[in-house]
């Protein structure tokens, strides 16, 4: 799925999903199968943009395009 470059990874692991970001978009993975669920097509560029603030919410962001 990623072709470019990867900036950040979050694993969140009672969720059993991976979420991955870079230049081509934000990409959300089921951690235990490794398959792919969604994707949001805006690039997140800079490192540690990706935070879980709470069960249900992350932030996601990076040098002012998000």
Known sequence: MHLKSIWNILIINDKNLLITSGT?????????????????????????????LDDNK?????DLKI
Not at 27 to 51: A, D, M, P, Q, V
Not at 58 to 62: D, F, K, M, P
């Open 58 to 62: 992350i932030i996601i962001g990076g």
């Open 24 to 52: 081509e978009g934000i990409f959300f993975w089921n951690l235990k199968l490794f398959n792919f669920i969604h994707t949001i097509e805006k690039g997140c560029y800079g490192f540690n943009s990706l935070i879980r």
